[in-house]
C-alpha cells in the first residue's frame, strides 16, 4: 500500500490514496493485454514498448487519438462503466486501421470529478476489453481528478494509440479506379458519434432509459445506444494479408458525406445504393422521432456502416469471403464512379 497521503489535498478534493487503489484495482484487466513488445510498466512514469520491424523495408508508424463525446452520458445515466472503454479503442484503432497499420498500444486519459476507484477501474476494463479485441497493448494512462472544474459523479474518457505498417503497404487511395466495389462492414449501431443530437431527441436527462421499446425488439434505449463501437482491426488485417485493398473509410463524424471522400482520390466519387444497405432499426427511430432529414443522417451518423472499404470489382467476391471467415458479415453497397460529386446515393 503506498504510504503517500496529504490531507491538505484531501481537504482540496484530491484523494491521492484513491488514485493508488484504482490502479491497483485495473492491474489484472492491463494484464490481459499483454503482448510480445510490452514491458511491464504500469504505475511508472511512461509506457514501455519494444517494437518488432523485422520483415518491414520501411516501417511506419501511424498515431490516431480519440474520445468517445457525449455518450458518456448515457453510461453515466445507465450508471454502468465497463464499455465506454471499448469504445474509446475503437474510435482510435479503428482509425489507424485505415491506413493499413496495426495497432501495437493504447494509452487512455480519464478526467472525472471524484476519484471512484471501482468506477475508474470499470471504465478501464472496457479499455482493456477494447485492446484485447484490437490485440494491442494498454501500456499506461492517467486518471486526473478534477474538483471544482466537473461535477462528483461527472467523468470523459480519451485515448492514444500508434501502429506500424510497411511503407510500401500503406493504402495509397490513388490506386482507386472507376468501377472498383464499395463493401460495407456493418455497424453494431450508432457507434460513438451524434450523441448530442442523439439526446436532444429523446430527452434522455428525462427519458425512462430501461423502458422496453418495440422498435429495438423490446431493448431499452439505453442498452440499444450504450451497444459498444464494432472494432475492425482484426478483419481488416486479415483482409490485406489476401486481397487487393484501394481504400478503407472509417464511418464516424460526418457520416458517409465526409468520410467516404477521405479515401477517394480527385475525379472519382462513390455511389451508393440506398436499396443495399442494412439500416438498424435504431437509425429508423432516430429519424422519425426526430423529424430528421435523410441527408442529415447520413451526413451525422454511420447508418448501419461502420467501416467501407474498396476493392477492384474482381475481387469483390474474394474479399467478402475472407471478411466472412473473421465473422464479418459485410456485403457489397455500391461502386467508384467518375465525377465530382464525392458520394451519391440512389
Known amino acids: ?147 471544482g472544474v466537473m461535477a462528483g459523479d461527472d467523468y470523459d474518457l480519451a485515448g492514444f494509440t500508434v501502429g506500424v505498417v510497411d511503407r510500401e503497404k500503406v493504402i495509397d487511395r490513388n490506386r482507386t479506379a472507376a468501377g ?39 431493448r431499452g434505449l439505453g442498452e440499444a445506444l450504450l451497444t459498444p463501437t464494432r472494432i475492425y482491426v482484426r478483419p481488416v488485417l486479415a483482409l490485406l494479408e489476401q486481397a487487393e485493398v484501394h481504400g478503407i473509410s472509417h464511418i464516424t463524424g460526418g457520416g458517409f458525406y465526409e468520410n467516404i471522400p477521405r479515401s477517394l482520390p480527385d475525379g472519382l466519387g462513390a455511389k451508393i445504393e440506398k436499396a443495399a444497405l442494412r439500416v438498424p432499426p435504431v437509425f429508423d427511430l432516430v429519424a422519425k422521432t426526430g423529424r430528421i432529414p435523410e441527408r442529415d443522417m447520413f451526413n451525422t451518423f454511420n447508418m448501419g456502416v461502420g467501416m467501407s472499404v474498396t476493392v477492384p470489382k474482381e475481387q469483390a467476391d474474394r474479399a467478402l469471403s475472407i471478411l466472412k471467415e473473421q465473422g464479418e458479415n459485410a456485403y457489397i453497397m455500391g461502386e467508384i464512379v467518375s465525377g465530382a460529386e464525392k458520394v451519391v446515393l440512389c
Open 1 to 147: 500500500m503506498n504510504e503517500s497521503y496529504s490531507a491538505s489535498y484531501a481537504a482540496a478534493g484530491v484523494d491521492i490514496t484513491a488514485g493508488y487503489q484504482a490502479v491497483e484495482l485495473m492491474k489484472a484487466h492491463v494484464a490481459r493485454t499483454m503482448t510480445a513488445g510490452m514491458a511491464e510498466n504500469i504505475g511508472g512514469f511512461g509506457g514501455l514498448f519494444q517494437l518488432d520491424t523485422a520483415g518491414m523495408k520501411a516501417p511506419c508508424l501511424v498515431s490516431g487519438t480519440d474520445g468517445v463525446g457525449t455518450k458518456i452520458r448515457i453510461a453515466q445515466l445507465l450508471d454502468r462503466h465497463d464499455t465506454i472503454g471499448i469504445d474509446c479503442v475503437a474510435m482510435c484503432v479503428n482509425d489507424v486501421i485505415c491506413c493499413g497499420a496495426k495497432p501495437l498500444f493504447f494509452l487512455d486519459y480519464i478526467a472525472c470529478g471524484k476519484n471512484v476507484p471501482e468506477k475508474i477501474a470499470a471504465i478501464v476494463s472496457g479499455v482493456a476489453e477494447g485492446c484485447v479485441q484490437a490485440g494491442c497493448a494498454l501500456v499506461g494512462g492517467e486518471t486526473a481528478e478534477h474538483p
Open 180 to 218: 472498383d466495389v464499395v463493401i460495407a462492414l456493418p455497424s453494431t449501431g450508432v457507434h460513438s458519434n451524434g450523441f448530442s443530437l442523439i439526446r436532444r431527441v429523446f430527452d434522455v436527462e428525462n427519458a425512462d432509459l430501461h423502458a422496453p421499446v418495440a422498435a429495438l425488439d423490446g
